[in-house]
């Protein structure tokens, strides 16, 4: 693919590019790498100016760069053409597509699929090897049932979504349009639902429904539970990460991202467009407002307000985490400091 074909295709989003003052040289871009491993007759980016310095190393042949004219320029000493933009990294992500689109089966029902009698399959639907689809799931037009799926009862899953090989979708699920649930998560599996008595833990059934509305992302070895009445839910095109855990009862908002490892008890609420970083632990009922950011290995115990960003265990606001991390560091001289000082009032006192 030209270099001018690929501009042409970005659109308005590319705000500029050295063909306007080199048109005579448009090389032939055959894929898309990191800038560290680019090779001759392939498009990388660069973000801003800290990365500069790869500009000057790469072997890429074209570059998405950022408005910086004195990159644009670095990159043309070097006969690199480039394209520029207010986001390198979003327009990267829209190139890789140009090169490299999913794997995406041929429309069919395998001979080795178990599908009950009862059960609804849409049009231009692949199932595939071993899938097992019970009795009343309907599926919609253009879904994707990869090998091995079990697909349990009373579950509906919307148009274009894709299961992937090996995952797990329990009874009372409703999985919206154009979903994508990856290998071995488990959705709307029973919640931790145990209840003290004098013989013991008594089991509460769960007996609440799971929603994932439309756009919904989820990733390996991820577990979203069912609660023992109401709803789990997760709101349009929100995105989780592998090894998640939802507990039972959660409301998730629209547009968050939910990285590795965090883990969320039963009950928590999350406002639209929250983003927790990995490891991130928040206690039960615990509320998130909207646009609320938790970084990595945080521990939220108690509500975040709505736009608030908050770091370490117990959380506490960002702007005073970096002071205490500041000072953790001195602690050992801070203590040495104390120690000589009360041997000096204890001296003076004698």
């Given at each position: 693919?030209?270099?001018?074909?690929?501009?042409?295709?970005?659109?308005?989003?590319?705000?500029?590019?050295?063909?306007?003052?080199?048109?005579?040289?448009?090389?032939?871009?055959?894929?898309?790498?990191?800038?560290?491993?680019?090779?001759?007759?392939?498009?990388?980016?660069?973000?801003?100016?800290?990365?500069?310095?790869?500009?000057?190393?790469?072997?890429?042949?074209?570059?998405?760069?950022?408005?910086?004219?004195?990159?644009?320029?670095?990159?043309?000493?070097?006969?690199?053409?480039?394209?520029?933009?207010?986001?390198?990294?979003?327009?990267?992500?829209?190139?890789?597509?140009?090169?490299?689109q999913?794997?995406?089966?041929?429309?069919?029902?395998?001979?080795?699929?178990?599908?009950?009698?009862?059960?609804?399959?849409?049009?231009?639907?692949?199932?595939?090897?071993?899938?097992?689809?019970?009795?009343?799931?309907?599926?919609?037009?253009?879904?994707?049932?990869?090998?091995?799926?079990?697909?349990?009862?009373?579950?509906?899953?919307?148009?274009?979504?894709?299961?992937?090989?090996?995952?797990t979708?329990?009874?009372?699920?409703?999985?919206?349009?154009?979903?994508?649930?990856?290998?071995?998560?488990?959705?709307?599996?029973?919640?931790?639902?145990?209840?003290?008595?004098?013989?013991?833990?008594?089991?509460?059934?769960?007996?609440?429904?799971?929603?994932?509305?439309?756009?919904?992302?989820?990733?390996?070895n991820?577990?979203?539970?069912?609660?023992?009445?109401?709803?789990?839910?997760?709101?349009?095109?929100?995105?989780?990460?592998?090894?998640?855990?939802?507990?039972?009862?959660?409301?998730?908002?629209?547009?968050?991202?939910?990285?590795?490892?965090?883990?969320?008890?039963?009950?928590?609420?999350?406002?639209?467009?929250?983003?927790?970083?990995?490891?991130?632990?928040i206690?039960?009922?615990?509320?998130?407002?909207?646009?609320?950011?938790?970084?990595?290995?945080?521990?939220?115990?108690?509500?975040?307000?709505?736009g608030?960003?908050?770091?370490?265990?117990?959380?506490?606001?960002?702007?005073?985490?970096?002071?205490?991390c500041?000072?953790?560091?001195?602690?050992?001289?801070?203590?040495?400091?104390?120690k000589?000082?009360?041997?000096?009032?204890?001296?003076?006192?004698?």
């Amino acid at each position: 693919m030209k270099f001018s074909e690929i501009i042409s295709q970005f659109g308005e989003t590319a705000t500029n590019h050295s063909l306007t003052s080199n048109p005579d040289f448009d090389p032939e871009i055959i894929g898309v790498a990191a800038i560290d491993e680019a090779t001759n007759g392939t498009l990388s980016y660069v973000e801003g100016p800290k990365f500069g310095s790869f500009v000057s190393k790469t072997n890429a042949t074209a570059l998405i760069l950022p408005q910086d004219e004195k990159l644009q320029e670095l990159a043309q000493e070097n006969g690199i053409v480039w394209i520029s933009t207010s986001d390198p990294r979003l327009l990267f992500a829209k190139a890789i597509t140009l090169f490299y689109q999913p794997y995406r089966p041929v429309p069919e029902i395998h001979p080795t699929a178990v599908i009950h009698s009862s059960a609804k399959v849409g049009s231009d639907v692949y199932v595939g090897p071993h899938a097992v689809i019970q009795q009343g799931v309907e599926i919609g037009d253009g879904a994707i049932i990869h090998p091995n799926v079990v697909i349990y009862p009373d579950t509906k899953i919307g148009d274009r979504t894709t299961l992937h090989a090996n995952c797990t979708i329990h009874e009372r699920t409703r999985i919206g349009s154009d979903c994508v649930i990856h290998s071995g998560a488990v959705i709307g599996a029973e919640g931790f639902g145990f209840v003290p008595s004098r013989t013991g833990w008594l089991k509460m059934e769960q007996s609440g429904y799971t929603v994932l509305e439309d756009g919904v992302v989820v990733g390996c070895n991820t577990a979203i539970d069912r609660p023992a009445v109401g709803e789990t839910r997760v709101g349009r095109n929100t995105v989780i990460d592998n090894l998640v855990q939802i507990g039972h009862g959660c409301q998730i908002g629209s547009g968050c991202a939910i990285a590795g490892q965090a883990g969320m008890a039963g009950g928590v609420k999350l406002g639209n467009r929250v983003i927790l970083a990995g490891q991130t632990g928040i206690a039960n009922q615990v509320k998130m407002g909207d646009d609320a950011i938790a970084s990595a290995q945080t521990g939220i115990h108690s509500d975040v307000a709505p736009g608030e960003i908050v770091s370490g265990t117990p959380a506490i606001p960002y702007k005073l985490y970096l002071k205490v991390c500041a000072v953790y560091s001195r602690l050992p001289d801070m203590y040495q400091s104390l120690k000589q000082l009360q041997r000096k009032l204890k001296n003076s006192n004698d």
